[in-house]
């Protein structure tokens, strides 16, 4: 099992990144996704998850900011941001919720003007 976040970077407040979670040595349409964040100092929080049947979910915090989607052919996920705020500054994290559990490497995204 694989998995590979991009799409980070330094955005102004307002601005918006697309986060890219490509994965391989399962299969991804049968599983449920996540998108986890950390910030510095803090514990590892749940921001939106994708389940097999289309279901989503998402944080109090980044609802109507934030879109998750997944392109089952291409076996990735996607974490679309509008509106960041400083305080979404962290370590973005993909999941994979399939035995004990896979983590991508993260994607840093930091929001400062």
């Known amino acids: 099992v694989q998995l590979q976040a991009s799409g980070g970077g330094l955005v102004q407040p307002g601005g918006s990144l697309r986060l890219s979670c490509t994965t391989s040595?399962?299969?991804?349409?049968?599983?449920?996704m996540g998108w986890y964040r950390q910030a510095p100092g803090e514990q590892r929080e749940l921001v939106a998850e994708?389940?097999?049947?289309?279901?989503?979910n998402y944080a109090d915090s980044v609802k109507g900011r934030f879109t998750i989607s997944r392109d089952n052919f291409k076996s990735t996920l996607y974490l679309q941001m509008n509106s960041l705020k400083p305080e979404d500054t962290a370590v973005y994290y993909c999941?994979?919720?399939?035995?004990?559990?896979?983590w991508g490497q993260g994607t840093q995204v930091t929001v400062s003007s």
């Open positions: 999941h994979l919720n399939l035995r004990q559990g896979y």
């Open positions: 040595g399962f299969i991804f349409s049968l599983n449920l």
């Open positions: 994708s389940s097999s049947d289309g279901a989503v």
